[in-house]
């Protein structure tokens, strides 16, 4: 499976300071719908190595019908790069809008901790290859910056 969607409401334990969920908590579900995403494609347990370029965009209210989606990116030989993208909506409106994204990497790996090879994935969709596209350039970027420091 390349792709997941998380669907629940945002309850009031989820709460910050300023009454809108937690941000914490958004990255908290970014990682569950990105590693459900990632053992899926893998068939094996999977652990997080990178979360980049996390944008939250506008805040999730107490309530609201959360949608998280996880969509595999891009596959290295034991990496997984998946895009996530979280919206959320007042169900009495109907409206979903986009409230968080981020790039998310993931590792196959085996009982010891040693990586293991994954299924290379081939985009099959102008959108699923300018994605596969954005990761390949962010991995760059992030690499290239790492490097340079």
């Known amino acids: ?3 997941i969607t998380l669907r629940f409401l945002a309850e009031p334990s ?3 300071f300023g009454g809108k969920v937690h941000g914490g908590t958004v990255m908290k579900w970014i990682d569950e719908a990105g590693y459900a995403c ?3 494609w893998s068939k094996r347990y999977c652990v997080t190595v990178f979360i980049g370029s996390i944008r939250f965009h506008r805040p999730i209210m107490i309530g609201d019908l959360v949608e998280v989606e996880a969509r595999l990116a891009y596959t290295g030989n034991s ?3 998946i895009s996530v993208e979280v919206r959320s909506g007042d ?9 968080t994204e981020c790039l998310v990497v993931f590792v196959s790996v085996d009982s ?11 985009p099959g969709t102008p959108g699923e290859m300018a994605l596969a596209e954005r990761a390949r350039a962010h ?3 992030a690499r290239a910056a790492a490097a340079a420091s």
Request: glycine content about 8%; proline content about 3%; hydrophobic content about 30%.
């Open 1 to 3: 499976m390349s792709s």
């Open 14 to 16: 989820t709460v910050n």
């Open 38 to 40: 990632a053992t899926s």
């Open 79 to 81: 990496s997984m790069n």
């Open 91 to 99: 169900m009495k409106g109907g409206d979903m809008h986009k409230t």
């Open 112 to 122: 010891h901790g040693r990586t293991l090879p994954v299924d290379t994935f081939t």
């Open 139 to 141: 991995l760059e970027a």
